[in-house]
């Protein structure tokens, strides 16, 4: 593992609600508005929407340098990628890692595993209750 760490949905909750993390979401624009967003309107930092890869799966080329201009300045501001379940958010946390930030990543990500179904309903942000708003961008 090339970052800080995995962490729950609920561990970063917590870090968010404390105010020394920012979380970052690198799911794609389409999912943000289909599919919901983190509400972290309780916490003390507005989340950073940066796509870790565009639709159809094309890597985003400027996700260093978004995350640059966008990140607190202050290196020592943890910062909590999630994604849908938890690869790309890994992928993210580990770049993040690379520029200097304590990057941890989000295991089961925002919608998390699908079940027997094949449904997402087993685990994630958002089956484990966490405030969300679904369907907004």
């Known amino acids: 593992m090339s970052y800080a760490g995995d962490i729950t949905p ?17 799911r794609t624009e389409e999912e943000w508005a289909h599919i919901g967003i983190p509400d972290t309107r309780q916490t003390d930092n507005d989340p950073l ?15 260093i340098i978004e995350l640059e ?10 910062l909590v990628f999630l994604c849908r379940s938890g690869q790309r958010s890994a992928a993210a946390a580990a770049a993040a890692t690379n520029l200097g930030f304590t990057a941890y990543n ?3 990500g925002f919608e998390g595993f699908p079940g027997p179904d094949g ?12 405030p969300t708003n679904v369907g907004q961008e």
């Open 119 to 130: 449904q997402r309903t087993v685990n994630g942000w958002k089956n484990r209750g966490l």
């Open 106 to 108: 989000v295991l089961e």
């Open 69 to 78: 201009l966008q990140a607190p300045e202050d290196r020592a501001t943890e």
């Open 49 to 63: 929407f940066i796509p870790w890869v565009f639709a159809g799966g094309i890597p985003n080329p400027d996700f």
């Open 10 to 26: 609920h561990e970063a909750w917590e870090k968010l609600k404390t105010g020394g993390a920012v979380l970052v979401d690198v």
